[in-house]
Structure formats: structure tokens, C-alpha cells
């Protein structure tokens, strides 16, 4: 079993520092908002889904660090407690998702006490939590039945256990699909320049046993080209209501590659995933990192020093190029505003 990415204990967020993966397994005590918010800005916890949960505890520490004297200032606290926290990553929309489910919590309770809503926050967070492992163990049953050979796949960043509360959104679809004898050997991108496949996804394929090899990141067209893929598995940072998804800096290239060599391309994310408030991947807002995060490995200059170097975080790739999105909800063929629509239902926007 994959080590927890991150849970409570006794009033405490306990964070898996992921910066310290594969070599050390050591957690963070956050026990402030202000240390939630730290975990998430310098990745020590990253991944989508992981930053929702993350967010949902956060709102809950952040409800007791205060002593508040009425629930209306209570609330006040909270809903700027909330924006800080959004803030400490722009694309990945399940922060935000995570935020509001506990701000809408404190709406639901506002005529209730302040012990009470505290209570019921952290009963929120933890269901955030839960649910996010079933909803990644539906994602990969669901994913698992679009391979019926079994087959080498190829996938990029980590959208594991470690990017969720566990099982993981593409990494559960190759989990369940490997459960059921349909993977031959899972080919791991080592995704520069934050190296999520080399550190964290082949740390986690390795301890499960499932066969797979790592390849860097300019060698994915060769094999494609060779034939020796079958399909591509990715997760997403934010799907816009026709489909464009974000998802991490590389993406875009390997559905490229994908579409010219006639294999398909598969994206697997939670219905949270979704922003139905965007037309399209253009409004996504891209994060750039540091440029230090290119130029240096392991605290090492790779580059000449004083070399600057570009760090947009994630890419987005246009729903022409996806052949499905794997949803808790079912498969999404040819995603598109219409094809959406049909499994998340009308909330999908017209815009
Ligand atoms: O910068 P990161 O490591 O947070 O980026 C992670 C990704 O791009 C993942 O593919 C995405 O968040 C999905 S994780 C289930």
C-alpha cells in the first residue's frame, strides 16, 4: 500500500512531502491554514484532486485557529480564508471546488452555532476525502473497460495515489485495468521539470509490482512511432465545458502524437474537474513556476547560472485531439459542450 497523501489526526493536517520522494516518507504537520496553504504553493502536496482535499482541510484549520465570537465573524474568516488559499495555485479547479464545498457548509449551518459548524466542516473535509477514493476506484472500473488486449501504455506526470486522497484518476484506470490481466507494461514519462513520473509514478508502479519503464520525455514520439504504445492515460487540472483540458506541460505534445500515429488518447478525472463556468481552454489561466525549477536539479545548476529559463506548469489540449474523458459518471466520447452534457447533466453551461 501506497503511503497516505495526506489525512487528520487529532486536529492536524499531516502532508506527505512529496519533494522529499522516493528517498524519504516524512509528513508535514500543518495546523494553520498558512500551512496548508505553504504545502500546496511549494508542491509539497500536488495533484488536482490532492490540492481539492488539501483546500477542504485548510478551511477546517482555519476555523480553529481563531477564537470567534459570534458565527457571522466566524464566517467573514472563513470566506477570506478561502480566497487565500485558492490562491496558492491557479489552474488546478479543485482547489477552488474544495474551498466552496466547505463555504457552502458554512452557508447551510450559518443559523447553527459555532462548535456546531466547526463540526460540520470537519465532517465535509473528511467526506471530501472519502468520497475521492470512491470516485478514483469508479474512474478506473470505468476506464478499465475501454481495454479489452492487454496493452502498453503510456502515461505522463503523476495522476496517482499521491495526486489524490488514493488509487489515483489515470494511474487508477491502469491499477484496475492491470487487476483485471489487461496491461502488458506501463511506459512512465519523467516529466520535466518537476519529474512527478520518474519520482512519484514509478515509485508508486514499482511498490504495486505492475511492470514499467521509464522513458524521458523526448523519447515518448519514438516509441509511439514504433508502435509499441497502445494508448496514452493522463488526469486533468481543469476540463472547460467543451472539453479543452489543462492538465501538466506535456500533455499537449503527446496528444499530438497520439492523433498523427492513430492511437488513442485518453484524459481520466472526477466530475470536480469540470469548470463549466469556461467556455473553452483558452480562459484557463496557466501557471508559471520558477525558473529554478528548470535550471536546477537537486539544488544542482543543470544550466549555465544566471541562465533564465521559461516554466509554464501545464499545458492545454484541445478536445479534438481526446478520444475520451473517464468520469466517475461514465466515459465521454469525442468530448465536446453536447457529449458532455449528456453524462454531467445540464449543469454544462451554453455560452
Ligand atoms: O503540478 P502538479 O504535479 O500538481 O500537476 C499534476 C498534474 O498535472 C496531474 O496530471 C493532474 O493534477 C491530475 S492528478 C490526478
Redesign the pocket.
Given at each position: 500500500m501506497i503511503a497516505r497523501t495526506l489525512y487528520l489526526d487529532k486536529d492536524i493536517l499531516k502532508i506527505l512531502d512529496q519533494r522529499l520522494l522516493p528517498s524519504t516518507v516524512f509528513y508535514i504537520d500543518c495546523k494553520t491554514k498558512e500551512d496548508t496553504f505553504d504545502c500546496i504553493k511549494d508542491?509539497a502536496i500536488?495533484?488536482?484532486?490532492?490540492?481539492g482535499v488539501a483546500a477542504g482541510y485548510g478551511m477546517y484549520l482555519a476555523s480553529c485557529e481563531k477564537e470567534f465570537n459570534n458565527i457571522s465573524e466566524m464566517k467573514k474568516y472563513l470566506d477570506k480564508a478561502g480566497k487565500y488559499l485558492i490562491s496558492a495555485?491557479p489552474t488546478?479547479v479543485?482547489l477552488f471546488w474544495g474551498v466552496n464545498r466547505i463555504l457552502n457548509v458554512v452557508k447551510k449551518y450559518i443559523g447553527s452555532n459555532i462548535i456546531e459548524l466547526k463540526l460540520r466542516i470537519r465532517e465535509e473535509a473528511n467526506k471530501i476525502y472519502n468520497e475521492d477514493i470512491e470516485i478514483n476506484k469508479k474512474i478506473g472500473e470505468n476506464g478499465a473497460k475501454l481495454f479489452n488486449k492487454k496493452s502498453t501504455i503510456l502515461t505522463?506526470?503523476?495522476?496517482?495515489a499521491l495526486?489524490?486522497a488514493g488509487w489515483?484518476?489515470?494511474?487508477g484506470v491502469i491499477r484496475s485495468a492491470y487487476n483485471q490481466n489487461k496491461v502488458k507494461m506501463v511506459y512512465v514519462d519523467e516529466t520535466r521539470p518537476?519529474l512527478?513520473g520518474a519520482r512519484l509514478t514509478a515509485w508508486e508502479l514499482l511498490q504495486e509490482k505492475i511492470p514499467c519503464v521509464l522513458i524521458t520525455d523526448n523519447m515518448a514520439g519514438h516509441f509511439i512511432s514504433k508502435g509499441e504504445i497502445d494508448a496514452v492515460v493522463?488526469?486533468?487540472?481543469r476540463i472547460a465545458s467543451n472539453g479543452d483540458t489543462a492538465?501538466?506541460i506535456g500533455?499537449y505534445s503527446l496528444a499530438v502524437l497520439c492523433n498523427y500515429n492513430k492511437i488513442p488518447f485518453y484524459i481520466?478525472?472526477p466530475v470536480s474537474?469540470f469548470d463549466i463556468k469556461i467556455s473553452d481552454g483558452k480562459k484557463i489561466k496557466i501557471?508559471f513556476r520558477s525558473s529554478d525549477e528548470v535550471v536546477l536539479i537537486n539544488k544542482k545548476h543543470v544550466a549555465p547560472v544566471n541562465m533564465k529559463a521559461l516554466h509554464p506548469?501545464?499545458d492545454v489540449t484541445p478536445h479534438e485531439l481526446i478520444t475520451a474523458i473517464i468520469t466517475e459518471k461514465g466515459v465521454i466520447k469525442k468530448p465536446s459542450v453536447k457529449t458532455i452534457r449528456a453524462i454531467l447533466g445540464k449543469r454544462v453551461a451554453r455560452h
Open positions: 508542491m500536488r495533484g488536482a484532486p490532492a490540492i495555485r488546478a479543485n505522463h506526470c503523476n495522476a496517482g495526486a489524490t489515483g484518476t489515470a494511474l518537476y512527478q493522463v488526469g486533468a487540472d492538465n501538466k500533455t481520466a478525472a474537474t501557471e506548469a501545464f
